[in-house]
């Protein structure tokens, strides 16, 4: 099945990179740490002949839904599937040099990225498109999307193994008051007990296996009204869910640290969030090392979608685009 990912915010991610900058250099690296769609590095090894990519994501079956998109251009990228968590295990600083072992490009897993000698790279430049792409809401069939009856997995992993944690173990293992700590701390969800409180008394008769029937019991649990109004009553609770499975505010905090640690400098950090609790993580970290005087911001305020863009693609009303300069 081919991407139907629209990426967002895709000329001032890229742009905001300033690659042109790089235009005489040869062999420019960049860390693409959400492929997705792989959006962001179709278009940047167009414009920019002398880049190469590093892809990073952990959900397997990104890089077959999107490969047909990089024919002729195989030998500039280079995929790994790995969560952008593992950027210090993958990229180590010892020994670090310009070299390059982009032969055949393609997809790496497990440990076959030793064979690119990882640990010699410094990045130009590093993405990060954070949330869920539209392949996942549409196509991935782990429960992600509340239009459709799936499996209450919504784990980003293509095959997750029995032991890693899904939705389904939260909403009929959890207790009743964690169930409301995450539904209200990570959706901002404000009939967060209501809903708890119903998925404990629904799961007494039969457990909540996919999302048709967690659709159901937070649709009886919530007034009337909040059902009708433009946003859907179950959002919030599925972004709380989905955040809690794949710790992904922890996983932002890491990734945003390692990545710093591996960029030049001189290079950029492009990072799109999508929701509050996203962006302040973002926030506080460009803050923080501006405070330090390791960073400059390249733009005070968050970029956002113009009104074409939006009418387009309606996912990225809430997108925010944050940009920062490595300068020590």
Same mark, same amino acid.
């Given at each position: 099945m081919r991407s139907v990912h629209k990426t967002v915010l895709l000329n001032e991610t890229i742009d905001g990179l300033n690659l042109s900058s790089l235009d005489k250099k040869d062999n420019v690296l960049i860390l693409d740490a959400t492929f997705g769609g792989g959006g962001h590095?179709?278009?940047?090894?167009?414009?920019?002949?002398?880049?190469?990519?590093?892809?990073?994501?952990?959900?397997?079956?990104?890089?077959?839904?999107?490969?047909?998109?990089?024919?002729?251009?195989?030998?500039?990228?280079?995929?790994?599937?790995?969560?952008?968590?593992?950027?210090?295990?993958?990229?180590?600083?010892?020994?670090?040099?310009?070299?390059?072992?982009f032969t055949q490009g393609g997809i790496r897993t497990g440990n076959q990225h030793d064979a690119l000698n990882l640990s010699n790279y410094l990045f130009d430049g590093i993405i990060f498109d954070l949330g869920l792409s539209s392949d996942q809401l549409e196509n991935s069939g782990r429960g992600f999307s509340f239009m459709k009856n799936e499996p209450l997995l919504m784990t980003m992993k293509e095959n997750p193994l029995p032991e890693d944690l899904t939705a389904m173990d939260i909403i009929n293992g959890w207790s009743e008051k964690s169930l409301a700590d995450i539904i209200y701390g990570y959706g901002e969800e404000r009939f967060s007990r209501r809903i708890a409180k119903a998925i404990i008394?629904?799961?007494?008769?039969?457990?909540?296996?996919?999302?048709?029937?967690?659709?159901?019991?937070?649709?009886?649990?919530?007034?009337?009204?909040?059902?009708?109004?433009?946003?859907?009553?179950?959002?919030?609770?599925?972004?709380?869910?989905?955040?809690?499975?794949?710790?992904?505010?922890?996983?932002?905090?890491?990734?945003?640290?390692?990545?710093?640690?591996?960029?030049?400098?001189?290079?950029?950090?492009?990072? *799109?969030?999508?929701?509050?609790? /996203?962006?302040?993580?973002?926030? +506080?970290?460009?803050?923080? #090392?501006?405070?330090?005087? !390791?960073?400059?911001?390249?733009?005070?305020?968050? *970029?956002?979608?113009?009104?074409? /863009?939006?009418?387009?693609?309606? +996912?990225?009303?809430?997108? #925010?685009?944050?940009?920062? !300069?490595?300068?020590?």
């Open positions: 590095s179709i278009e940047i090894l167009k414009r920019y002949p002398n880049v190469k990519i590093i892809a990073l994501d952990q959900d397997k079956g990104a890089w077959e839904k999107a490969k047909d998109k990089f024919k002729g251009l195989e030998k500039r990228i280079s995929f790994i599937n790995k969560n952008f968590r593992d950027i210090d295990q993958i990229f180590q600083k010892e020994n670090l040099k310009d070299s390059y072992a008394e629904a799961r007494k008769l039969n457990s909540i296996e996919n999302t048709e029937d967690l659709v159901k019991v937070i649709s009886d649990s919530v007034p009337a009204s909040y059902r009708r109004q433009r946003l859907h009553f179950a959002t919030r609770t599925f972004q709380a869910l989905r955040i809690a499975v794949n710790d992904e505010l922890g996983v932002l905090e890491k990734g945003l640290e390692a990545g710093l640690r591996v960029l030049k400098k001189g290079g950029r950090i492009s990072v *799109i969030s999508f929701h509050s609790l /996203e962006d302040r993580i973002v926030k +506080r970290f460009f803050k923080d #090392k501006k405070d330090k005087e !390791e960073v400059i911001l390249i733009n005070k305020k968050p *970029i956002i979608a113009n009104e074409e /863009e939006i009418i387009n693609n309606p +996912r990225s009303r809430s997108s #925010k685009l944050r940009i920062l !300069e490595k300068i020590i």
